[in-house]
T-cell receptor, first 115, second 114 residues
Framework: GAGVSQSPSNKVTEKGKDVELRCDPI?????LYWYRQSLGQGLEFLIY????????KSGLPSDRFSAERTGGSVSTLTIQRTQQEDSAVYLC?????????????FGPGTRLTVL | GDSVTQMEGPVTLSEEAFLTINCTYT??????LFWYVQYPGEGLQLLLK?????DKGSNKGFEATYRKETTSFHLEKGSVQVSDSAVYFC?????????????FGPGTRLSVLP
């Protein structure tokens, strides 16, 4: 498909387990973004990549969160030792490049539930 | 820090009513401003944007004007339709010391009744 895809679409895990969320951006998009959308909250910006590089990781909620991107394409967001407050929809977006006025194209999200 | 404030929802209107969703922002630099929309069961998509002061973004009958003096980017539509029922997010993008910062508002749910 031509859009941003994310997998899995739903993930239920037990507290303390690690999870990996995957994002496939639109082909040719060099910029990739991760957001978190908690119930009743707006989108919380987590991190962005320009190519394989993430200039600013300060938006990640804690050191249990990490993200990487390889080959300028697929990205994974890893949450270690999950907690109940990590339950949310994790959204990925991509754009041609990181720029102030550029449109971001969003994926359908991964709904994470931590029991 | 950078922030976006938008009116609390939900907003319920009758078809053909006039819509305004207020959005104000705080930014350390000179931001670009956006409205994104999320229709039921779909992902977020860009509705309109403005990248400099006094620019007007428009799409699908919606409009918003970048007002630097009031730090606002209110969304308006003259006559809403049932198909406009969705959640609307005001957002900004601004350059900071680390690169680029992206901030979204909490979203405003709009329901349009026939």
């Amino acid at each position: 498909g031509a859009g941003v895809s994310q997998s899995p679409s739903n993930k239920v895990t037990e507290k303390g387990k690690d999870v990996e969320l995957r994002c496939d951006p639109i082909s040719g998009h060099t910029a990739l973004y991760w957001y978190r959308q908690s119930l009743g909250q707006g989108l919380e910006f987590l991190i962005y990549f320009q190519g394989n590089s993430a200039p600013d990781k300060s938006g990640l909620p804690s050191d249990r969160f990490s993200a990487e991107r390889t080959g300028g394409s697929v990205s994974t967001l890893t949450i270690q030792r999950t907690q109940q407050e990590d339950s949310a929809v994790y959204l990925c977006a991509s754009s041609l490049r990181v720029s102030g006025g550029g449109e971001q194209f969003f994926g359908p999200g991964t709904r994470l539930t931590v029991l | 820090g950078d922030s976006v404030t938008q009116m609390e929802g939900p907003v319920t209107l009758s078809e053909e009513a006039f819509l305004t969703i207020n959005c104000t922002y705080t930014a350390t630099g000179y931001p670009s401003l956006f409205w994104y929309v999320q229709y039921p069961g779909e992902g977020l998509q860009l509705l309109l944007k403005a990248t400099k002061a006094d620019d007007k973004g428009s799409n699908k009958g919606f409009e918003a004007t970048y007002r630097k003096e009031t730090t606002s980017f209110h969304l308006e539509k003259g006559s809403v339709q049932v198909s406009d029922s969705a959640v609307y997010f005001c957002a900004l993008s601004v350059r900071d010391n680390y690169g680029q910062n992206f901030v979204f508002g909490p979203g405003t749910r709009l329901s349009v009744l026939p």
